[in-house]
């Protein structure tokens, strides 16, 4: 599902031809990746490092911009209904994502989910700690809280406080907005 994602956004921002291209230097050979089967992550890797090399982009932002693409595209067309019920503003949302994988993990049973966590919540503010048995993820984290801030349509500032890079137990990352004001009629 994650690997054609990432098929789904090179193709739609730069075309076929490119992710050949992205194709043939990760050397991945599929040639389509079937949503619901599990694949090693060491592909999905792979894939991020060859789209930052052939498209001369730092891998941090092909990640972030691959979070954001998860949120705003993936995720918002073929699972709305999953990501709808997570919460109908942004701080809802945030709140319900310690449990959000757990649902999905019935569609997915060999899923290996994130953790996350919210402490310091309060109207507009929010802690969010993540935890992974992944490495390296932290700017996928920050695309998808920016596309999460787009979906719900708010203005958000997200700064990253803790970095398991740079040797931090965990990322932690620091959630402030607005919520839009209501239009009169
Ligand atoms: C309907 C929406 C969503 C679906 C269907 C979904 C599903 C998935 C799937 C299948 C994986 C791969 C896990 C594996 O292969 O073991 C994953 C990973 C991940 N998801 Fe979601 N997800 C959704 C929304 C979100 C949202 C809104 C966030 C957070 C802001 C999020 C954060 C993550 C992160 C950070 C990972 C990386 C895994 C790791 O750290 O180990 N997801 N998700």
Known sequence: MVNKAVQDLIIASHGEEVWQQIKLRAEVDDEIFISTQAYPDEVTYRLMGAASEVLGLPAQRVLHEFGRWWVLKTAHHGYGLLLRAGGRNLGEFLQ????????????????????FQCTDVAPGHVRLHYRSHRQGLSAFVMGLLHGLAEMFAVTAHITQEHSRDSGADHDVFRITWKEPQPTES
Request: without cysteine.
């Open 96 to 115: 319900n994502l310690p449990n959000f994988h757990t649902r999905i993990m019935m569609i997915f049973p060999a899923l290996q989910p994130p953790d």
